[in-house]
């Protein structure tokens, strides 16, 4: 279990602003709650293994995923990919596709491998959005975006992505838009702001969150 990160982002927008921004940057989970969707910012790519890995998981999905053996039909790997599908039939028999495709391929198989990989979740996600995972715990008001991360912040990039997003409803109101983070567990504070036109870090700066 992380430690979660706290995340507010400022804003000062109109009702019909925010309505606008909302529609741009927040989405609704299976319970219709409404969270910030770091999704829409920055789009994660299609070839991304969201499976649970360990040693190998990736090299034998990728030689799977694009070699295609057991000649699926592409919705069906891309499903496989997306961990919405645990279990399918092969030569009319169920199997479990995480232990079919882990004891399918030898490891000198796998080592001699030099077509195209897939893309590992965890790695793209903490290289693009800062953390693992998707916000949690999300609320949007006319004057903040309050939303938690897993371990750490979101990335520079994506706040960045964020108030460029913005920009398209609020113009250059939008260079007003600043970022506090704060995670007791390790201790990490700072926040992002613009200044001059530039997106700038700041380490040291921290505050009383309420």
Do not use: H
């Amino acid at each position: 279990m992380p430690n979660y990160c706290f995340n507010r982002i400022r804003l000062n927008v109109t009702q019909e602003e925010l309505e606008r921004i909302k529609e741009k940057v927040m989405s609704k989970d299976e319970f219709g709650d409404e969270y910030f969707d770091f999704n829409k910012v920055i789009k994660r790519p299609k070839n991304m293994l969201l499976r649970a890995f360990k040693a190998n998981t990736l090299e034998s999905f990728s030689k799977y995923y694009y070699e295609n053996p057991d000649k699926l039909e592409q919705k069906i790997l891309d499903e496989i990919i997306r961990n919405k599908i645990l279990k399918v039939r092969i030569d009319g028999k169920l199997v479990n596709i995480d232990r079919y495709v882990d004891e399918k391929y030898s490891a000198e198989e796998l080592k001699s491998y030099t077509g195209e990989k897939l893309i590992l979740w965890y790695d793209w996600c903490v290289d693009n959005w800062g953390t693992k995972w998707n916000s949690l715990f999300s609320s949007i008001t006319k004057d903040e975006l309050i939303f938690s991360t897993a371990w750490n912040p979101i990335s520079l990039e994506l706040f960045e992505g964020f108030v460029n997003i913005c920009k398209e409803v609020i113009g250059e109101k939008a260079n007003d838009i600043w970022l506090y983070y704060e995670e007791y567990g390790i201790g990490i504070f700072g926040r992002y702001f613009i200044q001059d036109g530039e997106f700038y870090y700041d380490e040291d700066y921290r505050e009383e969150v309420a």
